[in-house]
């Protein structure tokens, strides 16, 4: 049964977190709809939302963690 277990969970991992995984390409999939409506700007090598048309602070995108 642990090995089963272990099976179980090391194919959720890839599934999940591997470089072609469901995580990356669903971020990369938000990332692009994000910029096709706003303009970004990156700041100290951080990518934002550009709000200055808001006057609001601008928006950090965040990174995969």
Do not use: C, W
Request: charged share 25%; proline share 5%; glycine share 4%.
């Amino acid at each position: 049964m642990s090995i089963l277990e272990h099976n179980v969970k090391n194919a959720f991992i890839d599934i999940y977190l591997n470089e072609e995984g469901f995580l990356l390409k669903s971020h990369n999939r938000i990332i692009s709809q994000i910029k096709e409506v706003h303009e970004t700007i990156t700041i100290n090598g951080k990518e934002y939302i550009d709000m200055s048309s808001y006057n609001t602070p601008d928006i950090l995108i965040p990174e995969l963690p």
